[in-house]
T-cell receptor
Framework: SQQGEEDPQALSIQEGENATMNCSYK?????LQWYRQNSGRGLVHLIL?????REKHSGRLRVTLDTSKKSSSLLITASRAADTASYFC???????????????FGRGTQLTVWP | NAGVTQTPKFQVLKTGQSMTLQCAQD?????MYWYRQDPGMGLRLIYY???????DKGEVPNGYNVSRLNKREFSLRLESAAPSQTSVYFC?????????????FGPGTRLTVT
């Protein structure tokens, strides 16, 4: 499968703690993206890291990418109750014979942040 | 600027009925996508359209058809609904066709087929 696989499937923490989610994948990629989905809503893009980048920051988010291990991690620092959501990694690539970039999604990590 | 809009939000169909899910984006994006999301699963691509007038199959196209009506609109049709098509359907769009563009998602359509 070309999908990313997130680990853990569920994570429960207290406000103020850091949350770390991991993503592993099997094929070569052009980029890896993280999305958030609040219950009953659509996905919202959080951050994109290119295959030639190792680390990227955006506010309280830190993403790392290790292409040799085919893995990525998303760190949310100082978590808040509002961070409660499902988080998905998606690997971006252009398939052979196509000119259109596609995303392959994992099954997600359900993060619960308790007040 | 509404982003990506989808109609309807909820729908219940009987087996064998047909319906069309509508999607529109106002961001002048070239590429549009239809996904389905099932419990415990990530999103799976049904069909996509790189530009107006072109469509291609994704991972799970069986039982669906699509129309890229114009640059703004991309509809998904179920000709004869089956219980296995009970799912949440998401439409998405993005600016370019290349490697490094994020996708913007609509709020989803929850479809139940009885």
């Amino acid at each position: 499968s070309q999908q990313g696989e997130e680990d853990p499937q569920a994570l429960s923490i207290q406000e103020g703690e850091n949350a770390t989610m991991n993503c592993s994948y099997k094929t070569s990629i052009n980029n890896l993206q993280w999305y958030r989905q609040n219950s009953g809503r659509g996905l919202v893009h959080l951050i994109l890291i290119r295959s030639n980048e190792r680390e990227k920051h955006s506010g309280r988010l830190r993403v790392t990418l290790d292409t040799s291990k085919k893995s990525s991690s998303l760190l949310i620092t100082a978590s808040r109750a509002a961070d409660t959501a499902s988080y998905f990694c998606a690997t971006g690539r252009i398939d052979r014979g196509s000119t259109l970039g596609r995303l392959y999604f994992g099954r997600g990590t359900q993060l619960t942040v308790w007040p | 600027n509404a982003g990506v809009t989808q109609t309807p939000k909820f729908q219940v169909l009987k087996t064998g009925q047909s319906m069309t899910l509508q999607c529109a984006q106002d961001m002048n994006h070239n590429s549009m996508y239809w996904y389905r999301q099932d419990p415990g699963m990530g999103l799976r691509l049904i069909y996509y359209s790189a530009s107006e007038g072109t469509t291609d199959k994704g991972e799970v196209p069986n039982g669906y058809n699509v129309s890229r009506l114009n640059k703004r609109e991309f509809s998904l049709r179920l000709e004869s609904a089956a219980p296995s098509q009970t799912s949440v359907y998401f439409c998405a769009s993005r600016a370019g066709q290349g490697r490094t563009y994020e996708q913007y998602f609509g709020p989803g359509t929850r479809l139940t087929v009885t």
